[in-house]
């Protein structure tokens, strides 16, 4: 089953009109991102629970479908855009899931994943906020560092510290970052 429920996640998030360089090739961003999600999750857990590997895979499904230009450009725009993507890849998530017949327990457990719901209480929750904070160090923070000022980036860094537990930060610590990313880093944590 859970092979089918990934490559239906897949499929679309195949979709994506929005491409990035994959091993030198073009590809859909959002598959990609799955993609690395999943590589991270088995990184972080070598045996990840069913619910765990449907979540860091479908994390971003059909992010495209919501684009951050919709809504205002400040804090509360961008909270309330996060939000709505949220909702939204629970719901694709669902119903994947219920075309399968899956139990309703794993239904329910994979929507509260993805939309972060007792982030602070569940642990698996934690644990999939420790694979996105990780997934956005290791492929994704050079690029946002490039993008933006040297404040932002540090605050970032600190907001993104702050999600992680122990086990996370001891991961992101190890990855592998060039001297200006690292430099950022430890001003962030200083």
């Known amino acids: 089953m859970i092979e089918k429920i990934l490559a239906k996640i897949d499929a679309i998030n195949a979709e994506d009109p929005n491409a990035v360089l994959y091993h030198g090739e073009e590809c859909p961003k959002e598959l990609v991102y799955g993609q690395r999600m999943t590589d991270m999750l088995h990184e972080y857990d070598s045996a990840p629970s069913i619910a ?3 979540a860091a895979r479908g994390q971003h499904i059909q992010r495209w479908a919501i684009p951050r230009s919709d809504y205002p450009m400040d804090r509360k725009g961008y909270l309330k855009w996060r939000t709505e993507l949220k909702l939204m890849h629970g719901e694709i998530l669902s119903d994947i899931l219920e075309e399968e017949g899956a139990d309703h327990s794993l239904i329910a457990k994979v929507a509260d994943l993805v939309t972060k719901k007792r982030l602070k209480t569940d642990a698996e929750t934690q644990q999939l906020e420790d694979v996105v904070c990780l997934v956005f160090l290791k492929h994704y923070f050079e690029e946002f560092a490039a993008e933006h000022e040297e404040e932002k980036v540090v605050s970032i860094v600190q907001k993104t510290w ?8 001891e991961m992101a610590l190890k990855l592998d970052y060039n001297k200006k990313e690292l430099a950022l880093i430890q001003k962030a944590l200083q």
């Open 162 to 169: 702050g999600k992680m537990t122990e086990k996370g930060h």
């Open 52 to 54: 765990m590997q449907i």
